[in-house]
């Protein structure tokens, strides 16, 4: 499915060994993180990231150096990140910068809305690739405060619950409301793809305004959906991956979700998903297009 990017690796030498690890990111022969180290565990990958966040907060950070010597180590022997990260396109979310780490360290993916919701066969495929070839042991999505992409779904589940009422007050069709409030009009899906996108994430919405009970305005809902969808993300990880979900089923890997905070710089780690044991019974693992209905997870 991949190819490794890598081409032949040079032999590991003992000439090439540096003392010291790359600023405590995981243990490293090279001085940065390749393939002549070994993989590190999911909880030694959860303690250095970490660490790392801690040293992003307190304006402590050591990944700024990056030499020549570094440069072609990572050419050389290739990759070993300690973990896989998930997060979300936000140019004000540079998941290496806060979590202190330097090139090798994390393979990272990113998208708007650090989602899995459809049509990112490349993202799941992505993640196998990092488990199965690159061995990490963690797979973390990190959503973040702020979120865009969820304030978005979120006026959109809102403005499509305002006017289903509207609608079925004036007793309109009930079928066609539901069409209407749920899937939005033809034209609409023709107008450009991100609207899919925030449809994808109205579910996301719906839950939290759910969770949350009446009388919670737009921001409330929005800043509690951004935990909703770390955990759909994950739980979408799990239905789609029978790579992912055996690996998680064995203990061999470990799926945790995060939050980061944009003011305090800080993230909170939130562990795995309430519904791993029913999701790795799952039998499944076919992604749909951005053209079919999204599977929801119950």
């Not at 009422?165 to 069409?179: F, G, L, M, N, P």
């Not at 959906?225 to 064995?250: D, P």
Request: hydrophobic share 35%; with cysteine.
């Amino acid at each position: 499915m991949f190819c490794s990017c890598l081409g032949k690796q040079a032999p590991y030498s003992e000439n090439d060994s540096q003392e010291d690890p790359s600023e405590g990111f995981g243990p490293s022969k090279l001085g940065v993180r390749t393939t002549v180290d070994e993989p590190l565990s999911a909880s030694q990958a959860i303690e250095v990231l970490q660490a790392g966040n801690r040293r992003f907060v307190q304006g402590d950070a050591k990944a700024g150096g990056f030499d020549q010597r570094a440069r072609r180590a990572l050419a050389s022997h290739g990759q070993r990140p300690v973990a896989t990260v998930i997060g979300c396109a936000d140019s004000r979310c540079p998941v290496e910068q806060l979590f202190d780490a330097r090139p090798g360290d994390i393979f990272v993916l990113r998208n708007a809305g650090n989602t899995c919701t459809h049509a990112e066969g490349s993202m799941v495929g992505s993640v196998e690739y990092s488990v199965a070839v690159l061995e990490t042991k963690m797979i973390l999505v990190l959503g973040h405060t702020g979120c865009g992409a969820i304030m978005g779904a979120t006026k959109l589940f809102l403005e499509r619950s305002a006017q289903k009422h509207i609608e079925a007050t004036c007793q309109k069709d009930a079928q066609e409301t539901t069409d209407q409030s749920t899937e939005g009009s033809e034209s609409d899906k023709s107008r450009s793809t991100l609207l899919g996108l925030l449809d994808a994430l109205v579910p996301v919405a719906e839950q939290a305004c759910v969770q949350l009970g009446a009388g919670s305005s737009t921001e409330e809902i929005a800043a509690h959906a951004v935990k909703v969808n770390v955990w759909r993300t994950i739980n979408f990880l799990l239905s789609y991956s029978l790579i992912i979900r055996e690996k998680v089923a064995s203990g061999e890997v470990e799926l945790q979700g995060a939050i980061y905070n944009m003011s305090s710089g800080a993230v909170d780690f939130l562990g795995k998903s309430p519904k791993q044991a029913q999701l790795l019974n799952y039998d499944g693992h076919v992604v749909p297009s951005m053209g079919g209905p999204v599977r929801q997870v119950s």
